[in-house]
């Protein structure tokens, strides 16, 4: 329909327009096929799936299938379904002051259809919006069927209409979002008994509220979410209504270390400060891996699972953490630094599940894999750089000393002059050099010899402050 032309107003206008009747399921497919063969992509800010589950995804929709994403938690699963509502028409035809959205065509409320038997094609229709056609709910213990089908309005009753009149009914969020697109999250959270109201309406697409002779033959897309351990093992979700979805779509974390910076770099809120903040490509680098490390650990719950959130939260803390230190000792520009991960490990503990026979070893968990983060990207970047002349500053008696309050000025000025220290900025992916960056790149090999036994490190003085000496040791701290 011609957008510059007036939206037909009445049913009778919406005949004369040619107006073509589908379901929310033949929408959704006609659109998907429509963006592909445009070639555009489906969800041009979900990064990770195009490969994997954005497909599954797709073929789901094409079978006009109801849909369950199983994942651990992290894992985009609410922002692709949200993404889906991207399919649906810019907006519909409904009949006007409709609860459940009824179309102009075929309504299915009682209200509607005896305002169009009485007065047929001069019915009002409103347009409703696509984000109006989307509704999404997290399941919680203390849903009732009233929140997601209805109940009897006892308002309505008091008016003077009798029990048995379909006129009663509060119509819950599910039969409000008719013609569209309903997402469940946490499924296997909805109590059981809660979780059998939905048997009808995903096979036989009606309602039954306290026991009402009524049918409403609901037109809509049902998504849900759980979490694979639930739905697989624990069975949480009752046998029939796992049937009842037609296709599963499997997510998982990012299988690529890129994959995870884009996603952290995207999503990270940066301190609000008068201060530009920059972050190396090798300390994004580090905390991905950090992450990488964690999902990999045998000591980590695997059931929970190590969150995307777990990366992003991990970057604000470290840009923060140069914020502060900015602040503090008066630098133009904020650049994390090795240094400051230790404040980052302290301030996400709390976000990894460990298995319980580890309980007390956290802390030593997360430092242990946050030096095997350190140590692959050192070893990965900087693999045959040549770090004698370095080394040898420090075998003739060199010591630095560092902090999280440590300016960057400082820290080169106790080193001097670094010889090649272009290349090693080269080699860290460093496309701009400053003074911030170069004391970050440099502590960043100091910690990278000291992790590969050709420096000493010992804690000097006050917690997250070290100094680096010459001559052989071990990865301890």
Request: charged content about 30%.
């Amino acid at each position: 329909m011609d957008r510059a032309e007036p939206l037909p107003a009445t049913i009778g206008e919406l005949r004369a327009a040619g107006y073509a009747e589908r379901s929310v399921k033949e929408e959704l497919r006609e659109n998907l096929l429509a963006r592909l063969a445009s070639g555009a992509p489906l969800f041009p800010e979900i990064v990770g799936y195009h490969d994997s589950v954005i497909p599954a995804l797709e073929r789901g929709i094409l079978a006009g299938h109801d849909l369950i994403l199983l994942g651990e938690r992290g894992q985009a699963k609410t922002r692709l379904i949200r993404h889906l509502a991207g399919l649906l028409d810019e907006r519909v035809p409904a009949i006007a002051g409709c609860e459940v959205n009824d179309h102009p065509f075929r309504p299915i409320c009682a209200r509607c259809r005896r305002v169009v038997e009485e007065r047929g094609d001069e019915v009002a229709v409103e347009w409703v919006p696509r984000d109006r056609r989307y509704a999404e709910k997290l399941a919680t213990p203390d849903i009732s069927v009233a929140d997601l089908i209805g109940d009897v309005d006892p308002i309505r009753v008091a008016e003077g209409r009798y029990l048995s009149d379909e006129l009663t009914i509060h119509y819950g969020l599910i039969p409000r979002t008719n013609r569209g697109i309903v997402a469940v999250n946490e499924l296997p959270d909805l109590p059981e008994r809660i979780q059998v109201a939905l048997f009808n309406i995903l096979e036989e697409r009606d309602i039954q509220i306290r026991g009402y002779q009524i049918r409403m033959p609901l037109d809509l897309l049902l998504v849900a979410t759980a979490n694979p351990e639930d739905y697989t093992h624990r069975g949480r979700i009752v046998s029939p209504l796992k049937d009842r979805f037609g296709t599963q779509v499997r997510t998982h974390y990012p299988e690529d270390l890129d994959d995870e910076i884009r996603i952290m770099e995207e999503q990270a809120r940066r301190p609000a400060s008068g201060v530009p903040v920059r972050v190396p490509r090798f300390m994004l680098e580090v905390l991905a891996a950090l992450t990488a490390e964690l999902r990999r650990s045998p000591q980590v719950n695997h059931r929970s699972g190590v969150s995307v959130r777990y990366s992003i939260g991990n970057l604000e803390t470290l840009a923060a953490a140069a914020v502060r230190r900015a602040a503090r000792v008066g630098e133009a520009e904020a650049v994390p630094r090795p240094v400051d991960l230790p404040a980052v490990l302290a301030g996400s503990a709390g976000r990894v599940e460990f298995d319980a026979v580890e309980e007390g070893r956290e802390e030593e968990i997360l430092l242990r894999a946050a030096r095997a983060a350190e140590l692959e990207v050192f070893r990965r970047r900087l693999a045959g750089f040549d770090f004698a002349p370095l080394q040898r500053r420090f075998d003739e008696g060199l010591a630095v000393e560092t902090s999280d309050l440590v300016p960057a000025a400082e820290l080169l000025a106790q080193v001097g002059e670094v010889p090649g220290l272009m290349r090693l900025l080269e080699r860290l992916g460093v496309e701009e050099e400053s003074p911030g960056v170069a004391a970050a790149a440099l502590e960043f090999a100091m910690e990278g010899l000291h992790l590969s036994r050709r420096l000493n490190k010992d804690a000097a003085g006050r917690v997250g402050a070290y100094r680096y000496e010459g001559g052989r040791s071990g990865p301890g701290r």
